[in-house]
């Protein structure tokens, strides 16, 4: 973790001596000026942007347990995207970790950390398996599909929503295990369907 | 004041311009890059209020979703697009580093995870700190750091199997273990 050093300044040479962005060309003082102006000439804070209303957050967790964990995660295992393969994402049966009285309010700040949050739509429940469109990223490679194989919701307290076809989801996870590779989906409440709430509070985390 | 965020807004945009449009470069075809850049200068100005005092990290943030968006709008497009080019498939021109001499690197580079050959892009070519990779990808700290030590051994192994055009990298395995 020690940097810089020498074997580590040799990898970073051999990189950037194949950096693809090497001989690109600046933009011209002009150029810029013309693209500053033509962005400007839109309103600031449009809709979608940071300043939408927020109201009234999605709390589907009990609120006012400060000082307990801020958010349940339920583990998740994601394969390496591809363009046409679906992310593959399970969520266990069992409590994941969370207990009924562990969420906070939902916010932006909540969201913000992780890595992952789009918004789909359930295509198809076949079995315990959930697969999703991806209609929106927030942020992430989450590719064109996610599959999340849905919890026995008897089992445990999942932040109580559940998948139904045709639905829109939105969806956040993150990594909590530096050592694994695995991401974990946010819950109580940080994902689940979509409603203008929810859908504001997350422009606001990754707008 | 629009007078004032305007000029707010042209001198953050001098500032991030040329590291963003780099960023974006780096990860995406030129139409797709100039797509997703001109999206990030928007989404910045919806935000100009709130722009942060250290824009790097930040905005490479806006700018990777911005070009998930702009990839994913152009992946639909592609499906029309590709039958027409099994008819007359065009020509691509090499990109800058993409030349021979560093085909082992790209080749290496490829062999890797997705999130590896991620964090080092920020480290090497966006030369971002582990703190601030740890900004970017969402991550704490300790986990940045982590992932960036393990990336390296992985492109050491990598490139070590690539051939001797990046062999005296691949030598310095023994110190990583």
């Known amino acids: ?10 990898l970073r040479a051999v990189l950037r001596s194949a950096d693809p962005a090497a001989s690109l060309t600046p933009l011209e003082h002009d150029r810029i000026t013309r693209m500053v102006n033509t962005t400007s000439s839109q309103p600031a804070g449009a809709p979608g942007a940071s300043r939408r209303p927020r109201r009234r957050p999605v709390l589907l967790g009990l609120a006012g347990a400060a000082g307990v964990a801020a958010a349940a995660f ?14 593959r994402i399970a969520l266990p049966a069992g409590d994941g970790g969370m207990a009924a009285g562990s969420c906070l309010a939902i916010s932006p700040e909540s969201l913000a950390p992780l890595p992952l949050a789009f918004q789909g739509a359930v295509q198809k429940v076949t079995g315990d398996v959930v697969t999703l469109e991806v209609t929106h990223v927030f942020r992430g490679e989450p590719g064109s599909t996610v599959e999340i194989e849905q919890p026995d919701l008897t089992a445990g307290d999942f932040s109580a929503f559940d998948f139904a076809v045709g639905q829109d989801y ?5 990594d909590l295990d530096p050592a694994q590779p695995e991401l974990e989906v946010a819950l109580c409440g940080l994902s689940g369907p979509t409603s203008p709430e929810l859908r504001a509070v997350y422009e606001k985390a990754f707008g | ?40 200068l928007l989404v910045c ?29 152009r992946r639909r497009r592609d499906r029309l697009v590709h039958r027409l080019r099994t008819v007359e498939p ?5 990109g800058p580093g993409d030349g ?65 055009a990046a062999g005296h990298v691949g030598s310095e ?4 273990r």
């Not at chain 2, 065009?90 to 090499?94: D, L, M, Q, R």
């Not at chain 2, 997705?114 to 703190?131: F, I, K, Q, S």
Request: charged letters at 25%.
């Open chain 1, 74 to 87: 339920a583990v998740v295992s994601a394969l390496t995207p591809a363009a046409t393969a679906a992310t």
């Open chain 2, 90 to 94: 065009p020509a691509v021109a090499p």
């Open chain 2, 173 to 176: 395995r023994r110190e990583q």
């Open chain 1, 170 to 174: 939105l969806i956040a996870a993150g």
């Open chain 2, 100 to 164: 021979p001499d560093h085909a082992p690197v790209h080749a290496a580079m490829a062999k890797l995870r997705a999130a590896d050959a991620e964090v080092l892009r920020l480290w090497a070519w966006e030369d971002l700190t582990p703190p601030q990779i740890a900004l970017v990808l969402g991550v704490s700290e300790n986990a940045a750091a982590i992932r960036l030590h393990r990336a390296k051994r992985r492109l050491r192994e990598a490139l070590g199997k690539a051939g001797p």
């Open chain 1, 1 to 10: 973790m020690s940097e810089p050093n020498q074997p580590d300044q040799d």
């Open chain 2, 45 to 73: 100005w919806r935000r100009v209020a709130d722009l942060p005092s250290e824009p790097l990290p930040w905005v490479f943030v806006v700018a990777r979703n911005c070009l998930a968006n702009a990839e994913r709008s």
């Open chain 2, 1 to 40: 004041m629009p007078g004032t965020e305007q000029r707010t807004f042209d001198a953050f945009v001098r500032e991030i311009a040329e590291p963003v449009r780099r960023y974006l470069a780096r990860r995406t075809d030129p139409d797709t890059a100039e797509e997703a850049f001109a999206e990030t």
